[in-house]
């Protein structure tokens, strides 16, 4: 399989993560209304679909170690058309909240088998320049969602955003049935097995490789989740923005991402995965301080929080791919497992962060001011463990890639 090709199938496959995220960001405010849910259910239907997606991939891994990736795949992409369709058509937010349940649970099958792909095909230095250039191309879809969804919204409700979700998976697993071969070189009758199973985890958590790039990804999708749940109610809430202008201003943020993976094709073949973490931390700070600022205000503009925003989204950009590629790197024998574990861990951050933003984001809570304000500080303090761990962990640990 061509660089090219891998790269835009590995794109589709994480793509459908920010459909799911971004084609609801505009959506929110409107399911509130339209179902008069209070806050924190509406913020649990993104805390939930967190939660599933982490918790199953722990599954879903081992799975498709088992049994393959194209399998487990179209399995994935067929659960997942029809948990949208169920969340759609629901007439009240606990129903949309388990069909967004769902709709983790059957996303992580499909991020657990593209992740692991890297590793069936490539080793890690030249999974993460593939990544990268993947990960460019879902940061195109992730710039299309909120303005699609902006515009679903306006225009027909929060139900037709939801539906976009389902026809993107149903074309996704069209193109995976035709087109996208098995990768896995070998399959592992026993990695299902408790007794295996249990010794592979236990081997994955205990190399340092592991867990320094887990808690990189941990943290930096940490600070990105709180704009992901976040900005609809800062952004249409708190500022005043439609629907429409709201998803067209958080493409911006997909925009400074796909910057940050160019910045990241650039620098892995002369600086390594560690070092180009080591060198984006120095942007992660920068945004971390502009957070600060921004959370000082006292009346906020558009401009004043998005600027942040995407500084953080550029640092982003480079850690993503390197941490995503660095923690299958020493695992050719357990990607589905090891990306798994490293999901779950991801997804764990998020969906605490969701049951906080639920509180801190109440409507009363502390009016537009304190709505930016908590959301500003909770990425200041993501950011900040980010560069934490790059300068730290990943510095002395980040380049022990030794198959394991």
């Known amino acids: ?3 090219g090709f891998a ?3 590995l794109a589709l496959l994480m793509g459908l993560q920010p459909i799911t995220t971004d084609l609801m960001l505009p959506a929110l405010p409107a399911l509130a209304a339209d179902l008069q849910a209070p ?14 997606f982490g918790l199953t991939q722990l599954v879903w891994g081992p799975v498709a170690d088992r049994f393959g ?3 487990v795949l179209l399995l994935g992409l067929a659960l997942y058309t029809t948990a949208s369709v169920f969340a759609a058509l629901a007439d009240s937010v606990g129903a949309v909240v388990l069909g967004r349940a769902l709709q983790g649970a059957s996303l992580s099958a499909v991020v657990v088998c593209g992740r692991a792909m890297v590793r069936d095909l490539y080793e890690p230095q030249e999974g993460g320049m593939v990544m990268a250039r993947a990960l460019t191309g879902m940061g195109a879809l992730a710039i299309a969602s909120p303005l699609i969804g902006g515009a679903l919204v306006a225009g027909f409700g929060w139900r037709a955003a939801v539906a976009g979700m389902a026809v993107a998976a149903a074309a996704t697993g069209l193109f995976v049935a035709l087109k996208v071969p098995e990768t896995a070189r070998h399959r592992h009758a026993d990695a299902t097995r408790p007794g295996p199973l249990l010794r592979q985890i236990g081997a994955t958590l205990r190399h340092p ?3 320094a790039w887990a808690a990189l990804v941990g943290c930096t999708y940490g600070g990105l989740f709180i704009f992901l749940a976040g900005s609809g109610f800062v952004l249409i809430g708190a500022l005043g923005l439609s629907p429409a202008a709201a998803g067209a201003v958080m493409s911006a943020c997909a925009v400074a991402y796909i910057a940050g993976t160019l910045l990241c094709r650039r620098w892995i073949p002369r600086l390594g995965l560690a070092g180009s973490v080591g060198r984006a931390a120095w942007i992660t700070l920068a945004a971390c301080v502009a957070l600060v600022l921004l959370a000082q205000r006292r009346d906020p503009s558009v401009l004043a929080v998005m600027a942040p925003v995407c500084l953080y989204a550029l640092g982003h950009g480079v850690h993503m791919p390197c941490g995503q590629a660095g923690v299958v790197g020493p695992f050719p024998r357990a990607a589905g497992l090891v990306s798994a574990l490293a999901g779950f861990a991801m997804s764990a951050v998020a969906f605490g962060i969701g049951l906080w933003l639920g509180q801190a984001l109440a409507p009363g809570a502390a009016g537009a001011a304190g709505t930016v304000r908590a959301f500003a500080l909770g990425m200041a303090a993501a950011a900040l463990a980010t560069v934490g761990v790059a300068w730290t962990l990943v510095h002395r640990h980040g380049d022990r890639l030794q198959p394991a």
């Open 1 to 3: 399989m061509s660089h």
């Open 39 to 52: 806050m924190a259910p509406v913020q649990l239907t993104m805390s939930a679909l967190i939660l599933a």
């Open 209 to 211: 490789g592991f867990r």
């Open 7 to 9: 790269a835009m199938v």
């Open 69 to 71: 990736r194209r399998p």
